[in-house]
């Protein structure tokens, strides 16, 4: 299975960049975790939110592969436990399709990219920064597959 993070925003500091590979690179091949940057709507005086979320929308669902299981990274999406992550990443290996993960811009995803979603999931109730959001998540997708490996990386 490949995880692959469509992502909105590209020119991310180093330490984001960095901190999202560390974890990538951990991953096993059987369960490789990409990067895909989708360029952000261009912002400017004239614009408006709604206008740029369905600018970004375009991009985003163009992106993604046909045949994908798809979540939408939403504040509003349900919640997991790293053990039910686990348990997440179990029944997408199992149902033998890849991954894409959609993570919006600054003012979030398109009503049409939720739609598109298979499931929606919140990392957490607090609003968390575009940058940070792509290094939590690399972590966490880890972390959920060492439980699956029975690492001991995951201290419970």
């Not at 261009?42 to 970004?56: F, L, M, S, V």
């Amino acid at each position: 299975m490949k995880l692959t993070l469509l992502a909105v925003g590209t020119k991310m500091p180093a330490w984001v960049t960095e901190g999202f590979q560390e974890y990538a690179k951990r991953m096993p091949r059987e369960c490789q975790l990409i990067l895909q940057e989708i360029a952000p709507a261009k912002r400017g005086k004239t614009g408006h939110a709604a206008q740029w979320i369905e600018d970004e929308a375009d991009r985003l669902l163009q992106a993604i592969p046909d045949n994908h299981y798809v979540i939408a990274l939403e504040v509003t999406g349900k919640s997991w436990t790293t053990e039910a992550l686990s348990q997440q990443m179990t029944n997408w290996l199992s149902d033998g399709r890849d991954v894409t993960l959609l993570v919006g811009g600054p003012d979030g995803l398109a009503q049409r990219c939720r739609q598109k979603a298979d499931q929606l999931w919140s990392l957490s109730p607090l609003t968390l920064p575009h940058p940070i959001v792509r290094v939590v998540l690399a972590e966490q997708l880890y972390r959920a597959w060492t439980v699956l490996q029975n690492h001991p990386y995951h201290r419970a």
